[in-house]
């Protein structure tokens, strides 16, 4: 027996032609809930609201055009017959690692232009990150994406036919590897939030986020079933997590070394 039986729906509600997505609106909550977040350390180091709006914004546009144009060339071949999808974002198709990347880069060159510490507002915003991560996750589920094999358990959430493998079409539930994954980054938003908390160095704080979503999301992909890029056997978003992982380690490491040295 499952908990649910029923596929969900991606529309809220409609007016007239305009449908209203959960989407949408999980990906704002996600927002709002990692501003309100991060704003609960900043304010610590007497920073004003209005240079965190300035930050969130630019973070904001630069994440989602990341998401979006990294979800795009990956599935280029579903966006190349009808170009108009690209910017349908409220029904989908939003990528972390691309999110990362843009909003990485667009915190470099606004902390390079307000003169501000890097590594200590990118450690504020690691927990916040990963709370919207794992707010961000629900709307996979309403959209019946990020799901794994078949599933007997009473936790496994339905797909409608048209959103199963083809391997799996006579299967009715599968499981929420979203709902797993938005479990792993809770967790790892408490771990972040604490560190901030306590006198860990910043360049820790974003090595230990950069490590943690790497792992996670690297064992995550192993059970996917929806279709990516491959290279050598792995998914190209375990590659990326690899990289994640990697980064973490050197920002670790690197740092002893030129302890040792001197």
């Known amino acids: 027996m499952h908990w649910l039986n029923t596929p969900p729906s991606a529309i809220i509600f409609s007016i007239g032609p305009v449908n209203f997505y ?9 927002i709002a809930s990692g501003y309100c977040l991060t704003w609960s350390l900043a304010k610590k180091h007497n920073w004003k609201s209005s240079d965190l709006l ?16 990294y979800h795009v060339i990956i599935h280029w071949y579903d966006y190349s017959h009808n170009l108009i999808d690209i910017v349908k974002i ?9 999110a990362i990347i843009g909003g990485g880069l667009a915190l470099l060159l606004t902390c390079h232009k307000r003169h501000w510490p890097t590594w200590q507002v990118a450690s504020w915003l690691t927990p ?15 959209n019946q994406e990020l799901f794994g094999p078949p599933t007997n358990r009473p936790w496994g ?4 036919v048209v959103y199963r493998p083809i391997e799996y079409s006579a299967a009715t539930h599968f499981h929420p590897l979203f709902l797993y994954e938005s479990i792993a980054c809770s ?16 360049q820790y704080i974003v090595a230990t986020y950069l490590i943690g979503y790497g792992l996670i999301r690297f064992v995550i992909e192993f059970w996917r079933q929806d279709p990516t890029l491959y290279l050598l056997g792995w998914r190209w978003p375990q590659w990326i997590s690899c990289f994640m992982i990697l980064g973490g380690l050197w920002l670790i490491i690197y740092p002893l070394i030129l302890r040792q040295k001197h």
């Open 187 to 202: 967790l790892l938003a408490l771990i972040l939030y604490y560190l901030n908390r306590h006198t860990i160095k910043a």
């Open 90 to 98: 409220w029904e989908g198709g939003l990528a972390i690692h691309g």
């Open 157 to 160: 959430v339905p797909i409608d």
């Open 128 to 142: 916040s990150l990963a709370l919207g991560q794992a707010i961000g996750r629900w709307g996979n589920f309403f």
């Open 54 to 69: 300035d930050l969130a914004f630019n973070i904001i546009i630069g994440g989602l055009i990341g998401a979006r144009l």
């Open 22 to 30: 959960w989407y949408g609106l999980i990906m704002i909550l996600a």
